[in-house]
Every structure is written in C-alpha cells, then in structure tokens.
C-alpha cells in the first residue's frame, strides 16, 4: 500500500472522530436533549408527605406548609453538593424580606444520610422536611447523568461556586434534579415554579421576591399577627 494513502485513510478516521467528537459536544451543550419538566399542579403538591426530622418524626401533608401564609420551598438535589449549598445560602440572604412578608422559607430533601442534613443546615436558614418518595422532584422525575459533566454552563457554575468559598462532598443521590417553588396560600396555587435544567442552575432570587409579594394571607394568619 502506497504510505501516502494509508496516512490519509488514517488523518480521514482522525478528523472524522474529532468532528463526530465536536458534534456531540456541541449537542450537549443545547437543551435538544434535555428533558422538559412536567409543571406540578397544586393538587399534586398538596397531597404529598413529608416528615420531620426531630426524634420522634411526624408525617404530615405538604400542604400544611403553605396553608395561610404561603411557603417558598426548595427542593435539594443533595445537601452535600456545593451548588445546593450555594443556593441555599442565596435563598437564606432573601429571610429577612420573606420574614417581613410573613413567608416561611422551607426546604425538601429525598434521604437523611449521616451528618448531612446537620452540615447543610449552616447554608439554610429554614426548616428542612423529608420527602421520602421524592414526590417534590416530581410529577416527572428528571436526572442529568454524566452529560452534566460537559456542559459548559455547569463547569461555569462549578467554578461560580468554588469561587465563593462553597465546599461540599459526594454523599448520596445526585442526580434527579431539584428545584424552587414559590406556592400561595390555601388554594392560591403555585406563583412560581423553578426546575434545575442543569447542575448548578439557580433560580433567580428577585423572581421568588416578585412571587412572594403575590402571596395573600388567610385571615386566620392574619389574626393571629
């Protein structure tokens, strides 16, 4: 075989991978083929059950949560990833004007592993619930599985974080993605509902604000002011 062709055939295969390896790269790096979440209605929400985290927990409706004064509620990915640490920590800035709102801040998260949940509290300045049957990752359950590690947003993310001074660990299930609700009282219904798209994608913390204002207390609330 004349060498000139061989090392041809062989730069022909080369570039052929590499674009084959551009296309790819290129396509996880658009939503094509992400996966659309399914908007929670507040049916769904509300029959959903949490537990508390004390020694003797109790199981109760998540909808006790938002009852008369409404509930922003994030939904962890992972306690011990520093991403969520980063944005528990941003939604914690927002207490102070939630509290001014009379709006609690709460957060779910789907396992109790170890010390996590204690070592994820020191970012959250709300009470944490359980939620066992990952219900509030629902009604369609969505994962980001290693495509996640070569999307350029979530390296931009990584490094967004890392900057900030957030550490985090490995511990537990990290892939079924999280998310932000901002849900009115009573039968007011869901005024804001933010799913991750990717590792690290934050909700915008003026949209929770915006929400929040919308929310309108029930007279119970109101009374006992």
Not at 33 to 43: E, N, T, V
Not at 66 to 86: K, N, Y
Not at 104 to 127: C, N, W
């Amino acid at each position: 075989m004349d060498p000139s062709l061989f090392a041809m055939g062989v730069w022909s295969v080369g570039a052929g991978a590499l674009g084959a390896a551009a296309v790819a790269l290129f396509l996880a790096n658009t939503d094509m083929f992400l996966s659309k979440p399914q908007r929670a209605s507040l049916d769904y929400l509300e029959d959903i059950d949490l537990k508390t985290l004390g020694k003797e927990p109790r199981t109760f409706k998540a909808k006790e949560l938002w009852g008369e004064r409404g509930a922003v509620i994030m939904a962890v990915r992972r306690p011990g990833c520093f991403l969520c640490r980063e944005e528990a920590a941003d939604l914690s800035s927002l207490k102070p004007k939630l509290d001014e709102l009379g709006v609690p801040l709460y957060a779910v998260v789907k396992e109790q592993i170890g010390t996590e949940l204690q070592d994820f509290q020191p970012y959250f300045k709300g009470e944490i619930f359980l939620d066992e049957k990952k219900k509030f990752y629902g009604p369609q359950r969505r994962k980001m599985m290693l495509m996640g590690f070569v999307r350029l947003g979530v390296w931009s993310n990584f490094f967004r974080a890392r900057s900030g001074g957030f550490s985090g660990n490995l511990e537990g299930e990290g892939f079924i993605l999280g998310g932000v609700f901002v849900v009115g009282s009573g039968k007011q219904g869901v005024l804001l509902e933010h799913r991750e798209k990717e590792f690290g994608d934050k909700v915008n913390l003026l949209a929770v604000l915006e929400a929040a204002r919308k929310i309108r207390p029930q007279a119970s609330a109101l009374e006992g002011n």
